[in-house]
């Protein structure tokens, strides 16, 4: 049987680790978190990103998390504590489910995005997106 979309969304909700701007933001704070953007390039153009976050488009986010891809990103450690982020949630939750199937134990998401931590007050900057995307430049 077929659901929406919005379900899907709030059934994956119900078995990750949900975080508030305002955590997501003393986490990273902290050094200890790998901040991911899952949007696609031009919503970071648009909309601006957060400061030292990596950048692994929502299209290839496993195929760079999954050690066995020919894909992986270094930057990407099953045991390293990552948080994902995207425009409101939605994405980066489904996302959140996708990396513990993948194996990652310490990973959560923004709930409310990118949205919401705009809304908080939480800082945003409009940079080279380039300059932070996870490529083949960034990893050796």
Known sequence: ???????????????????????????????????????????????????????????????YAD???PYHRDVFDPNRRIILYCA????SALATKSMTELGYENVAHVDGGLNLWKESGLPVFREDVVNTAINSNDVD
Do not use: Q, Y
């Open 88 to 91: 409101s949630g939605g994405r």
């Open 1 to 63: 049987m077929a659901c929406a979309v919005a379900e899907m969304v709030a059934e994956a909700k119900t078995g990750i680790e949900n975080l508030s701007p305002d955590r997501a933001f003393a986490e990273l704070e902290s050094g200890e978190a790998l901040l991911v953007d899952i949007r696609e390039p031009e919503e970071r153009s648009a909309s601006g990103i957060i400061s030292g976050s990596h950048h692994a488009p929502r299209g290839m986010l496993e195929f």
């Open 67 to 69: 050690p066995s891809s």
